[in-house]
């Protein structure tokens, strides 16, 4: 069967209040249990890696064989195949992988094992949770919620457990975010995307953190449709910045790779959105958020560069280097994911991806029923030459025009490789190698420019910071002259598309809005 459920973790100064809210909805009907669990994987997470699951648990008396296969990490739906065993004795019963070979799952499973060279299945952790359920009817329909608290344990290693999941009993499956929406209000609860099964590998594995997700490689099918193209998209931008956003989040802490992945992420859907023009005029609103989010993450990220990279050069020349003053009444990044407003964003974000692939299931709309390639690759065509333009003017643009230009290669990388499958591999190899170099030599000026500003702010009142000053303005200019010859080239590259792969363009303007 398919389940639909979501993940909420709960923060100590919430737990009585939502303990007793649960209870209080039907004090009769509120079910209590202590599931005691053990999960399976292969010594090289076999299964893990092809996010499923596999757990022997058992339920008061009852022993139950689970094996569990998601729909990808972002996704709140997953193939579950419960299997009740006939023995109720306390000891843990043997796991038999064949009782799952009526699911498709469970085939799935077994195809995997036997190309998995001798690997047998082995004990990676256990988790003890107790748990208190109750049914919840919403508008959209009936949903069970589970409020768990425990440990997920591994040898002498242990994780604490504190998480409301909400399934879809009855009814429409919006009915999860629908009542998610409620608990977040009120108790200031966030979305985690991670299973308890990967928080179980951590454990294991004694890692502070999952590792940060990366974008992923986009299949698009040649016949695709505009529909079939903007949620595969979607899907993969929704990925990267909720499984970044779920550690960050989360107590545990996160490292600071995670907060650049996700400002990755978000660049991508504003880049998506733009791709897709008004097919997306609905969501509109999410450019402006996503854009604030972003930049409250990267707050500090000037500071980074220049403790990371710029320091060092400067110390090695022995310039005076002076204490900047750090800025005040910045949010953390934990703080910043948590926020109610952030969170109920992110509902927002499943719940259109969630109607937009029940619509296109439906039959869809007669704009997303165009086809991708053609709509897609004109708006690139128009990104490409704007850039080819600037690019070959390099030298004559002002700074903000410089820094717009950058901007604009980004997008265009962006958009170039949500469509990657429907180029050649060939041409799109030598474009993105040019368009990597353009990309490397204007972040370096972009770098040097805003250190430069930094330091001449602070230059009344620590006049050693005009030491740097100088020298960032010779490192200035020496970075511009690398960009005007990397940028020739890009001006001069084809296109890893052919003229007649492209419709009829219109290319008199540059809004990046798709004719559709």
Not at 224 to 247: E, G, P, T
Not at 318 to 334: C, Q
Not at 366 to 371: A, I, K, V
């Amino acid at each position: 069967m398919t389940e639909i459920e979501i993940k909420l973790q709960v923060p100590a100064s919430a737990r009585a209040a939502l303990a007793q809210e649960i209870k209080a909805r039907s004090p009769d009907n509120l079910r209590r249990q202590r599931l005691q669990a053990v999960y399976f994987d292969t010594a090289s997470r076999l299964l893990a890696s092809e996010d499923m699951a596999l757990r022997l648990r058992r339920e008061g008396r009852n022993w139950v064989q689970t094996l569990k296969a998601g729909k990808g990490q972002d996704s709140i739906s997953r193939e579950e195949d419960n299997i009740r065993l006939p023995d109720r004795s306390a000891a843990e019963p043997e796991l038999d992988v064949s009782r799952h070979l009526r699911s498709p799952a469970g085939r799935r499973l077994l195809v995997l094992l036997q190309r998995a060279q001798g690997e047998s299945l082995q004990r990676r952790f256990a988790t003890d949770v107790r748990r208190q359920s109750q049914i919840q009817r919403t508008r959209r329909g009936f949903v069970e919620l589970c409020f768990d608290e425990g440990m997920i344990q591994s040898e002498d290693r242990q994780l604490p457990l504190r998480e409301l999941e909400i399934e879809s009993i009855k009814g429409s499956p919006l009915a999860v975010l629908e009542a998610a929406a409620g608990y977040i209000k009120r108790y200031q609860l966030w979305i985690d995307l991670r299973s308890k099964a990967q928080r179980g590998h951590m454990v294991f594995e004694n890692r502070a953190f999952a590792s940060p997700a990366k974008s992923g490689a986009i299949r698009l099918e040649p016949s695709a449709n505009v529909d079939d193209a903007l949620l595969a998209v979607f899907s993969d931008c929704r990925r990267q910045v909720l499984q970044n956003a779920s550690q960050i989040a989360a107590e545990e802490g996160h490292g600071p790779e995670h907060v650049h992945q996700i400002r990755v992420g978000l660049r991508r859907l504003r880049t998506a959105m733009k791709l897709f023009g008004q097919r997306v005029d609905a969501i509109a609103h999410w450019d402006a958020q996503a854009r604030s989010l972003a930049t409250e993450l990267g707050a500090s990220r000037d500071r980074d560069v220049l403790a990371e990279s710029l320091w060092p050069r400067l110390r090695d020349i022995d310039a005076p280097l002076i204490e900047l003053p750090s800025p005040t009444g910045l949010k953390s990044p934990r703080d910043l994911i948590r926020d109610r407003q952030c969170q109920l964003w992110f509902l927002e974000w499943l719940e259109h991806d969630m109607k937009l692939d029940l619509d296109r299931s439906n039959g869809g709309s007669e704009l997303g029923l165009m086809p991708a390639q053609g709509v897609l690759l004109q708006v690139l065509h128009r990104w490409y030459r704007k850039c080819k333009k600037m690019s070959a003017n390099f030298s004559q643009l002002t700074v903000d025009e410089r820094h717009d230009l950058r901007k604009r290669m980004k997008r265009l990388r962006y958009g170039v490789e949500f469509v990657r499958s429907m180029l050649q591999e060939k041409r799109l190899e030598h474009f993105l190698q040019v368009m990597s170099e353009a990309q490397d030599a204007l972040g370096e000026y972009n770098d040097l420019h805003v250190a430069h500003a930094l330091y001449k702010s602070h230059s009344a009142m620590h006049p050693q910071a005009w030491f740097a000053v100088g020298w960032l303005a010779a490192q200035s200019d020496y970075a511009a002259d690398r960009c005007v010859k990397v940028l020739q080239a890009f001006s001069k590259v084809e296109s890893p598309w052919r003229k007649k792969d492209l419709p009829t363009l219109n290319t008199s303007t540059d809004t990046g809005s798709p004719t559709i």
